[in-house]
């Protein structure tokens, strides 16, 4: 019984952290390659050769062309995670709701209300446009929010051709700029932005709901299992004579004896339970804060600029009398940030030179058996076709460190403790504008 369970929480556990810092270059990030990317290629590669080309419109349907970042992998997997859940709702819990004594008959009935839900925000998440900003309603978008001038300023976006509204971003997966970006959501395969942020969080909710009402029968339904044998009515006689009530540890010893797939199932919701409420702390933080997954990263960076700035300088200063000595020359401002433009535009030409090589190089390859090889291939072509959808990111990082370098004395000013978020406007009213995002025309 802990085997199955043991494999599903490794899933989880690849699958949340496969593509982490920490974790990537190990064999989580192998395993994650694995589960997303190659067991996708292959089933695709199978389902061709048994109906034809024609199946691959479906692939495309799911948008094959970016599915290094945007598949289905993940989608499928909850979808499926779902319905093995509640088949075993139905096929082990379900029978002893009849002599379960605090239970009430309608038990399935509130399930598939919850379900409904799931189901319902699951849907709004995957199907609403997370708010794009087009050339029609740029300017209302630009009068929304104003620039901050330190996480957001005026410019434009590199693909779009448009001013980039205060707090939207370019979507690298959607290739188009969405307003008040969040995030890239791989459990609903879509952005979260200004309009559907809040099914995001419905849908988070929704799981929580689910998941506490599945516990909370799975407990009654345990409870009553050990209030038929009266255990606790019994008492222990130790080698010494002494009584001793019944443990904590005999009655889970009891029912991993006897119910071993229900005391597994709750096994289970506890961690489901564990990883949705930490992922609403983490959002609620968010929006407390008034800022957004993409802010958040923005202010990170931001600390660390500034972190390193005062580490250069104090370094400057005890090293000043020598470099006076030295004659040592340093460059003017300027002539840095141009160098550092210069190095990053070659370097995106490298970027795109290697993979225009790679895929010829994939299309003389002859698929190979060995699943290591096919690892460290598949692990390569994330690693270019990634660098080559993060241009349009290197390019706004650099963009944004430049910034912050032309206006280093208004940085310096501010606290990077105390810095919570630009946009601030107070939790109700920022939850306001999350649950009913201003209408935008066109
Ligand atoms: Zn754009």
Not at 96 to 117: R, V
Request: with cysteine.
């Amino acid at each position: 019984m802990l085997a199955p369970l043991i494999i599903f929480a490794g899933i989880i556990f690849i699958l949340l952290f496969g593509q982490t810092a920490t974790f990537k270059d190990g064999i989580v990030g192998q395993l994650y390659i694995v589960l997303t990317s190659l067991i996708f290629l292959r089933i695709k590669n199978l389902l061709i050769k048994i109906f034809g080309s024609r199946i691959e419109k479906v692939f495309d349907f799911f948008g094959n062309k970016i599915r290094y970042n945007r598949n289905p992998m993940i989608l499928i997997f909850y979808l499926l995670m779902v319905s093995v859940l509640v088949k075993f709702w139905f096929d082990n819990v379900t029978p002893d709701f009849a002599t379960t004594k605090s239970l009430d008959p309608y038990q399935n009935l509130y399930l598939c209300l919850y379900l409904f839900f799931v189901m319902i925000t699951f849907l709004f998440g995957v199907f609403t446009k997370p708010g794009f900003v087009t050339d029609k309603n740029n300017e209302q978008y630009l009068k929304r929010y104003t620039f901050d001038e330190i996480l957001f300023f005026k410019e434009q976006c590199e693909t779009c051709k448009l001013i980039k509204p205060a707090r939207s971003k370019h979507c690298r997966l959607l290739n188009r700029c969405v307003a008040r970006y969040d995030h890239y959501c791989a459990w609903l395969m879509n952005t979260m932005g200004e309009q559907n942020y809040r099914y995001f969080i419905l849908f988070l909710f929704a799981n929580l709901f689910l998941v506490s009402f599945g516990l909370y029968t799975v407990v009654r339904v345990l409870e009553q299992k050990v209030i038929n044998t009266k255990m606790f009515e019994l008492k222990f006689r130790d080698s010494k004579g002494n009584d001793m009530d019944i443990g904590f540890t005999f009655m889970m010893n009891y029912l991993k004896r006897t119910q071993p797939y229900t005391l597994g199932f709750g096994y289970l919701l506890i961690s489901l339970f564990v990883i949705v409420i930490l992922f609403i702390i983490y959002h609620f933080r968010l929006i407390w804060k008034n800022t957004t997954t993409n802010e958040s990263v923005k202010i990170h960076e931001l600390k660390s600029f500034i972190r390193n700035y005062q580490l250069q300088e104090t370094q400057r200063k005890k090293g000043g009398h020598e470099e006076d000595t030295k004659g040592a020359e340093k460059l003017p401002k300027e002539e840095k940030n141009n160098k550092g433009i210069e190095k990053n535009e070659s370097k995106s030409k490298n970027v795109r030179k290697r993979n225009i090589k790679n895929r010829t190089n994939k299309e003389n390859q002859i698929p190979k058996n060995n699943i290591k090889d096919e690892v460290v291939k598949e692990k390569e072509n994330i690693k270019n076709e990634k660098a080559e959808s993060n241009l349009n990111n290197e390019i706004e990082k650099t963009k944004l460190i430049q910034h912050w370098e032309e206006n280093i004395e208004k940085i310096l000013q501010l606290n990077p403790k105390k810095f919570k978020s630009f946009y601030y406007q107070g939790f109700w009213s920022n939850l306001k504008d999350i649950f009913f995002p201003k209408k935008i025309k066109i």
